[in-house]
């Protein structure tokens, strides 16, 4: 996509990478619509409008006021998700559920209600915020992993489906940022002593100093940078030293390999 003055709907506006992407989108000039489940003061340079993933007619009112007011949408970042962690057997199957139709299924929903405008168009660009965590089993955060490794194949698929109608959908990897996603993980109710210590000791890891240290607008430019090329590729990453080399290490070492490396880095 040529870059050009376009209007973009990014989920997840409220907050963390979404702010930083409809932040820095508005100021580069595009007409920019966040979303948030909260009614928000309104920004100056680009539009709040409510939206909760879990709401099929909340998203349609959403994309039908973006549509309805700008008279096209031509870039969608799905940004929106919720972090979750706890030990796979300490997690209620109702919160992966709530996780999976969040990240998973309420993505879905989005696609669904833009694709026909898009299809209109004969053009149009979808990226889906996954994680890093898509490519391996995190632990204490399977569930998290699972749901954006699913978002992957989902979007591998669309890819596919669209291209025909002209229209872009890729993912987007960040590695860890500074945001408020820890702080809104789900978490387990109650941990169980068989996981307690290693759940702790991960934690913690999660939490220190080194982590989520990154500034969002990196992952801001970089969805500027995408939507300014002519023929996007099927996954960015925005990620850096040992956590983009895991990446590789995963498809090249052998799998058990592969866990001790990730086990030894969780102590
Ligand atoms: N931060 C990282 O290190 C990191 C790494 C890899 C991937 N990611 C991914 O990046 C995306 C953004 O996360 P973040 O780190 O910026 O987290 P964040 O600061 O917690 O922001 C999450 C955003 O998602 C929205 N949201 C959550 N549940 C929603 C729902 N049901 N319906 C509509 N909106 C919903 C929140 O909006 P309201 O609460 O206002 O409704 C908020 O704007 C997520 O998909 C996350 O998985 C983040």
Redesign the pocket.
Known sequence: MPQQHKVVLV??????????ICEHLAAAGHTVY?????A?DQPSNYRFIT?????EV?VQHAIHEVISTSGRIDVVV??????IQGATEDLLPEQATALF???VI?THRVVRGVLPQMRRQGCGLIIN?????ANFGLPYRGF?SA??AALERYTETLSMEVKPFGIYALTL????????????RIRPAVIGDAYKAGYERAMELLGGSLH?S?D?VE?ARLVERIMGTERPKTVYYAAHGKQRLAVFLKKLLPGRFFQRLMMKEYK
């Open positions: 989920t997840g506006g409220s907050s963390g990478l979404g702010k930083a966040g979303t948030s489940r909260k928000l939206m909760d993933l879990a709401d909340s799905n940004n929106a998700g919720v972090g139709d969040t990240n309420g915020i996954t994680s890093l965590a998290y749901s954006k990897q960040p590695g860890e940022f500074n945001t408020n996603i820890g702080a809104n989520y990154r969002p992952v």
